[in-house]
Structures are given as C-alpha cells and as structure tokens.
C-alpha cells in the first residue's frame, strides 16, 4: 500500500480511532456503579486535573487489546523507549561480585549515602563533566531521571510558573499538574493553563522562539528532545542560557539520551558559560547503559544556583533527597561503577552504535515511502510526519495493518499532533522486519 492510499485509509469515517480512556472515576460514575464505604478524605484536586492516563501504560494497553484480537501475530514494539540489548558482561559481573559480597561479613552493605557512592559521584563527574567546573559534591545519585523529576518537583513547589518543549517528554506537565503549578485542562487545545507551551517543531529548527516566550520560572528542556530526536546546537543553548540569565529563571536540563548525540551538539548544558548559575541538569543510565530496571541516575546541582534570597538550591535539593529518599540499590551503584571503567564504556559504546544503526534502517525505510522524517541522527528515535492526520488514528491503523506498536505524538503534547515516535531499541531482524512491514504497507 502507498502512502497515498495509506493516508486515504486513515481519513475514512471506519478508521480506528483509539484514545486515552476516560478516568477511573469518570467511568465507575458514568456507569451507575455501586459505590460501597468512602472515607472523608478528599481526593487531591490536583489529580483530579491529570488527564485520564499517564501516556505509555495507555500505549500498553492498547498493545495488550490488539494482542488478545490477534493472538497468532507476530508483533514488533518500537513504541515505549525500552532497551532491548543486553548489558554487557563486564557490568552484570561487577553487580554480581557485588551481590555475592552481601553475604559476607566483610562485602555487606546496608545504608549508603543519600547522595550517593562518593566514587560513583567522582567517575560521573569526571566522565560527563570534565572541565565544565562540576565537582562530586554537586552530583546526587539516584533511582533514575524520572524519579529525580518528580523530587524536583518537590523542591520548586506548587507556587513556580512553567515552561515546556512542545512536543515533550510527558512526565514534564504531567508532574507539574500533580505538584499544583497547572491551571485547568483546556479540552479544545489540549493544553493546561498556567504552563506555557513552547513550540519546537521543523518549521523553527525545533528550538522555540524565545523573543516571542514569556518569562517563567521554570523552564523543562530536553537535548536530545524526546520524542523528536533533536539535539540542540550549542548556539541555541547559549540563547536558552542567556535567556534564563535575563529572566532570572532556571533551566532543568535533561540530557539522558547526551550519548547518542554523533555531531559537535552539545552533551550538557554546563559546556555553556553562565550555565551553571541558572541550570541542574538531570541524566540517567537506562538508555545509556540498558539500566532501564536496574534503575540508576543522578541530577546535577551547581553550588552558584541561587533563590531569589540567595540562599543555594543544593542545600534544599540535598534536604529533599535525604528526606524523601534513601539512596539507589548500592548494587546498580556498582554496575554504574563498571559502567564508566574503560572496558564497560567501550562496551557499551558499541551498544549505542548498535542502536543508531536500527535508527538508519528505519529513517531510511520511511524516507523510502516519500514520508518526511526526523530525529534518527544524534537520538534512538525517529519522528515522522502524516500531514493532516489524527496521530491516534495513525498509531491504529500502524498496529492493525503491520502489528507493530507505535507512540502517538499527540501524547507528548499538541504540538506533536499529526506525527509519531519509532524508537530503535530492538533487536535487528526486528528492525529489518519492521522496516520492510512499513514500507509495504505506507
């Protein structure tokens, strides 16, 4: 099937349309359900605003549906951004060494550090920061950059005005919903009042147009952007940097997919002069390194970042880390030891290139159909553009007709209506596979 007839499918009034379901209290609601014993706890109005369901269980959901319709097909995942390469020995040796040594009087552990293993913290400081001032002390390790997102969350509070990438990684607005720092849901442009949506898309170099921004406290900012797969160039990040001076406004920088950047991108946020007085940075072993449920990560706080008081944000991140967490499993703190020794990086630089390599065959199966594409350069994911259709719709009519699973980009924000996320993490006759199902039926 071309592309034409593809796109003329997807329009007809019998195209799939699968959507978010409604919430779970909607739905009990609606249905007349017989509610038993309630306490007389209110539920926390700021959930109540969330939208129905948080994006990637509704996309397994939706996979489960299809499968249990369709038992005897063979179905390619390339929607959540899950690893699939195993992690290289020399690492899963070094958390084994370590797990064995629990037994032991002499190799046992119990609490470690909230902040972390001081020579985790050390070897992250100097693989990823090396002449950008960033000393161990301002790392904090920790259970991955989404939880970390969440705990700083907690630190900036529900009384900061927010900016994000439009398109973005979901967990942004979603956590700024729940901390309270969002208005209501406006249902017409899918947007949260109180949050400011800034616009990246081809049309502007995926980079917003911060003369035309408004100033906010925060500013949510991804490079290499999850979903579309854009590293920013260093001389956007000195507007970005620049513009958060002027503002008086701090940056939270997430670089975790920094090590798929192939260009002369920047890979942190602190290679900007000024960064380190308006930024934190939050990063993560899981696509770097497979750790995906191991679960490792850590957030960069620089000592200069200041209130409006003065008073410095490492000091309140630290308390909130002591107070809210107990610090990552001292067994993924060993794997992420191994992770930055010699042999473990260049295993698992390999494995990257590996993954990169997935992101070529699939770029280059789309361009083949005619169809616009980005990301797939300095990022495992690749964008691709369906003008004029309802990304629902094309996440449906994808895994029905070809049996492989998708993201809709409308559920990284408004702005990623008429497009969709192909991650490639998999395993290559998968790739291949799935590359070959797209072009027959696109």
Same mark, same amino acid.
């Given at each position: 099937?071309?592309?034409?007839q593809?796109?003329?499918h997807v329009?007809?009034p019998?195209?799939?349309l699968l959507q978010?379901?409604?919430s779970?209290?909607?739905?009990k ?5 017989k509610?038993g ?19 990637f ?7 489960a ?8 097909e063979?179905?390619i995942r ?29 190799g046992?552990r ?8 001081m ?11 090396q002449d ?17 997102i969440?705990?700083?969350q ?7 005005t ?12 979603d956590?700024?919903?729940?901390? &309270?720092?969002? =208005?209501?849901?406006e249902e017409e *442009?899918?947007k949260?009042g109180?949050?400011? %949506?800034? /616009?990246c898309? @081809?049309?502007?170099?995926?980079f917003p147009d911060?003369?035309a921004t ?6 949510f900012?991804?490079?290499?952007n ?13 507007q970005?940097?620049e513009f ?13 997919y920094?090590?798929y950047?192939r260009?002369?991108?920047p890979?942190?946020i602190f ?12 990063s993560?072993?899981s696509?770097?390194? &497979?750790?995906? =449920?191991?679960?490792?990560?850590? *957030? ?5 970042l200041? %209130?409006? /008081?003065?008073? @410095? ?5 630290n308390?909130i880390v ?13 794997g ?12 698992l ?7 990169m ?8 199966g789309?361009k083949?159909?005619?169809l616009?594409?980005?990301?797939g ?14 990304s629902w719709?094309?996440f449906?009519e994808?895994?029905?007709?070809t ?5 809709p ?16 993490f998999g ?16």
């Open positions: 099937m071309y592309y034409s593809f796109l003329s329009c007809m019998h195209a799939v978010p379901t409604k779970w209290s909607s739905s609601s609606n249905a007349g359900t509610v014993h309630c306490s007389k706890v209110p539920r926390n109005v700021n959930l109540e605003k969330l939208r129905s369901g948080y994006l269980p509704e996309i397994s959901r939706h996979e549906e299809h499968l249990q319709k369709n038992p005897d063979s179905l390339l929607g959540i951004g899950d690893t699939t390469h195993p992690i290289p020995d020399t690492i899963t040796l070094a958390m084994a060494e370590h797990v064995h040594g629990l037994s032991t009087i002499q046992y119990g609490y470690g550090a909230e902040q972390g293993n020579a985790l913290r050390k070897a992250i400081a100097g693989k990823f920061y950008m001032g960033i000393e161990a002390d301002e790392i904090f390790v920790s259970d991955g950059a989404q939880c970390d969440s705990r700083l907690l630190l900036l509070g529900p009384n900061v927010v900016a994000v990438q439009d398109p973005s990684f979901p967990a942004y607005i956590s700024s919903v729940v901390v &309270g720092q969002a =208005g209501e849901l *442009t899918g949260y109180n949050i400011i %949506y800034m /616009n898309g @081809p049309e502007n170099n995926f911060l003369s408004p100033r906010t406290d925060i500013i900012f991804c490079s290499p999850n979903p579309t797969g854009h590293a920013a160039s260093r001389q956007q990040l000195k970005l940097v958060a001076r002027a503002n008086g406004s701090i940056i939270v920088y997430d670089s975790a920094a090590v950047i260009d002369e991108s890979k942190s290679e900007i002069p000024g960064a380190r007085e308006v930024a934190i940075e939050i993560s072993f696509k770097f390194a &497979g750790f995906t =449920g191991v679960r490792l990560g850590w *957030t960069v706080v620089p000592e200069e200041k %209130y409006s /008081n003065g008073f @410095p944000v490492i000091k309140d991140f308390r002591c107070t809210c967490f107990n610090g990552a499993s001292n067994i993924a703190q060993a992420g030891l191994a992770c930055l020794s010699t042999d473990g990086y260049q295993a630089c390999k494995v990257i290139g590996y993954y390599e997935n992101a070529k065959i699939l770029v280059d789309f083949s159909v005619d616009k594409v980005y990301g350069k300095n990022a495992p994911y690749i964008w691709v553009h369906f003008p004029g259709l309802n719709n094309v449906g994808i895994l029905q007709k049996n492989i699973v998708t993201v980009g409308r559920g990284f924000g408004p702005a990623g209506e008429e497009y969709i996320r192909i991650s490639a395993q290559r006759e998968h790739i291949l596979e799935a590359s070959r199902r797209l072009q027959f039926y696109l």
